[in-house]
């Protein structure tokens, strides 16, 4: 397999995951599964205390529709990997790239703000996982 399709592979990789997490994240957020995700965040709002129900029910919401967009912008990433960055498009590479930047920025720097550090960490990941191929391809689409 030549570096190229390696790297696109991984993109893949990341693509399924997030639809995954998307899915997992919608469906499963008011479960045990998702505890470890709210142990990490629900401290930052409601301190040691337990949320009230009608603020667990708007998280659950919020969840809800934020793994709805999890899930969405996977899918959007493997269609741009299968299709247009397959073909070494350049536009594909800056959509993908620019498109990962002002997720970072804005999701992040909110999160920052709010002193979510879990949050931070988590994007963090997705933003290395997904930069490190990218960087990988940004001379095959440049050529």
Request: net charge positive.
């Amino acid at each position: 397999m030549n570096r190229f399709k390696f790297w696109l592979s991984w993109l893949k990789v990341v693509g399924f995951g997030l639809i995954i997490f998307g899915f997992f994240m919608t469906f499963f957020n008011a479960t045990s599964l998702f505890a470890l995700f709210n142990q990490g965040i629900d401290p930052v709002f409601w301190g040691e205390g337990i949320a009230t129900k009608s603020a667990i029910a708007f998280r659950t919401w919020v969840y809800g529709a934020w793994g709805a967009t999890i899930a969405g912008w996977g899918i959007s990433l493997i269609m741009l990997v299968y299709n247009a960055l397959a073909k070494r498009e350049r536009w594909s590479w800056y959509a993908i790239s620019i498109g990962l930047l002002v997720w970072y920025l804005l999701d992040t720097g909110v999160s920052a703000y709010f002193n979510v550090s879990f949050n931070v960490i988590f994007n963090s990941l997705i933003l290395v996982l997904t930069a490190i191929p990218l960087a990988a391809t940004f001379k095959y689409v440049n050529d």
